[in-house]
């Protein structure tokens, strides 16, 4: 379900709060030509977000990509700050932390399984 980028706050709603990972998971669809620049920002404030391509080809025309977004929460308000300038600058935007989106990122991630120790 795709929208049109807007100026509007982002969501850091319940929803979107991990308890297992103990981090907010922000969904973004982003156009595949920003994946870069979208994720070198949020990578440049150190400790605040680790953001993650989920789906290399979100939409039918395969033009946007899905990027996942792991926050801590001592840090939301400043990611938040981050993000809303990058919906701007990258025609970005954000993407409903469903149930699947939710289990796929704790697939992906690991979640459930038992540790391998060494």
Do not use: H
Request: glycine share 10%; proline share 5%; aromatic share 12%.
């Amino acid at each position: 379900m795709l929208r049109t980028p807007t100026t509007e706050s982002i969501d850091t709603g319940p929803r979107q709060f991990d308890a297992e990972g103990g981090v907010y998971t922000l969904f973004f669809s982003v156009p595949r030509p920003q994946i870069a620049y979208f994720k070198l920002m949020i990578e440049a404030y150190e400790g605040v977000a680790v953001g993650r391509t989920m789906q290399r080809f979100y939409d039918e025309a395969r033009t946007r990509s899905l990027v996942v977004v792991m926050v801590v929460p001592d840090f939301i308000a400043a990611a938040v700050a981050l993000f809303e300038g990058l919906v701007v600058d990258t025609g970005a935007f954000q993407v409903a932390a469903t149930a699947e989106l939710q289990e796929e990122l704790g697939r992906n991630l690991g979640y459930g399984k038992p540790s391998g120790g060494f």
